[in-house]
């Protein structure tokens, strides 16, 4: 399994660059965003480490510009700063996930790999409801207009569309799209539920999804 890392401070970059190694994973590293960037045009990867703050261009920099040329690699983010404001950004650029400096090495390797299994763990074909269609392969989101999903709400409308005929608790949403993550909770559920709202909206289309914070959500259609 191929990863990139954007770690500009080299002693944590050799760090990690070592721990995934001998977890066998195969590891190209990157010190500023330009090099990041370059890396990420020139190779296709399994997963990608971003650093927030990097010279040239930073982690976030990075990351719309992968997202805006449609590469949908999952992005796990590392930031120094606990604010929330940090993470909502990482989130709204497309990242799959966050990580706050300074964080234990197993807990980095729980992270990658949950983010890179949850990318084979999802069917490829193309699933409909009312005036939307969801092409899981590309993490694509249609109706009058498209927009692209990250990896991780494009599998939460997998689960959606799956189960468009019943309420799901925020709970079954968590063990179905975050397993094996302990730091995910409802909170985390309803920020997604917020962007894929969003992302409804912004395609013109008359679904929505119907649920308060911590409770249970279900697609809705207009007309229905």
């Known amino acids: 399994m191929k990863i990139l890392l954007a770690e500009d401070t080299q002693d944590l970059n050799r760090a990690i ?11 190209k590293s990157a010190f500023d965003g330009e090099e990041a960037l370059e890396c990420i045009m020139q190779s296709d990867y399994d997963g990608v480490i971003l650093d927030i703050m990097m010279p040239k261009k930073d982690g976030l920099e990075v990351l719309k510009e992968m997202r805006n040329r449609h590469i949908l690699t999952p992005v796990l983010m590392l930031t120094a700063k606990a604010e929330i404001d940090d993470r909502v950004a990482g989130l709204d650029a497309g990242a799959d996930d966050y990580l706050t400096k300074p964080f234990a ?38 109706a ?21 005929d019943t ?29 894929l709202k969003g992302k409804l909206r912004s395609v013109g289309s008359v679904v929505t999804i119907s649920g308060t914070k911590g409770g249970n959500f279900k697609l809705l259609a207009d007309n229905q």
């Open 17 to 27: 660059t070592a721990l995934l190694q001998h977890e066998q994973y195969e590891v």
């Open 167 to 195: 309420e799901l608790s925020t709970e079954y949403i968590l063990s179905h799209v975050w397993k094996g993550d302990g730091n995910a909770h409802s909170d985390t559920v309803w920020l997604y539920i917020s962007y």
């Open 105 to 142: 090495m197993k807990e980095l390797l729980a992270r990658i790999r949950s983010m890179t299994r949850r990318t084979g763990e999802y069917g490829t074909a193309e699933l409909k409801y009312a005036d939307i269609t969801l092409s899981p392969k590309e993490c694509i989101l249609s």
């Open 144 to 164: 009058h207009n498209t927009v692209s999903l990250s990896q991780t709400e494009s599998e939460l409308m997998q689960v959606l569309l799956a189960n468009k």
